[in-house]
Nanobody
Framework: QLQLVQSGGGRVQPGGSLRLSCAAS????????IGWFRQAPGKEREGVSC????????YYADSMKGRFTISRNNAKNTVYLQMNSLKPEDTGVYYC?????????????????WGQGTQVTVSS
């Protein structure tokens, strides 16, 4: 059965860094585009980043460009999100998801499997 298991969340000071992990089982994650989304209380889930299975291309929401980096380790069947220069507005629950296809999407409805979510808190 397909599974995505997340780890690496926590609390940091503004300007700090965290790395999130998304480990896949039941499929090779390099056959699909994998995205990261986040959700704050009372808000809808929003796209953060995505990595394509076809060419390894990466995509970021405008507010994350230059601060966040998505990557993949095929041997570990794991996708990572390195988050630097974190801001309080980055606080939320972060989810990794698998698309129905091999290309990236920023739309929630195009993802068919999700990790359990992990809390990221940025506070002084």
């Amino acid at each position: 059965q397909l599974q995505l298991v997340q780890s690496g969340g926590g609390r940091v000071q503004p300007g700090g860094s965290l790395r999130l992990s998304c480990a896949a089982s039941g499929f090779n994650l390099d056959d699909y585009a994998i995205g990261w989304f986040r959700q704050a209380p009372g808000k809808e889930r929003e796209g953060v980043s995505c990595i394509s299975s076809s060419d390894g291309g990466t995509y970021y929401a405008d507010s994350m460009k230059g601060r966040f980096t998505i990557s993949r380790n095929n041997a570990k069947n794991t996708v990572y999100l390195q988050m630097n220069s974190l801001k309080p507005e980055d606080t939320g629950v972060y989810y990794c998801g698998k698309t129905e296809y091999y290309y990236c999407s920023g739309h929630v409805f195009e993802y068919d499997y999700w990790g359990q979510g992990t809390q990221v808190t940025v506070s002084s």
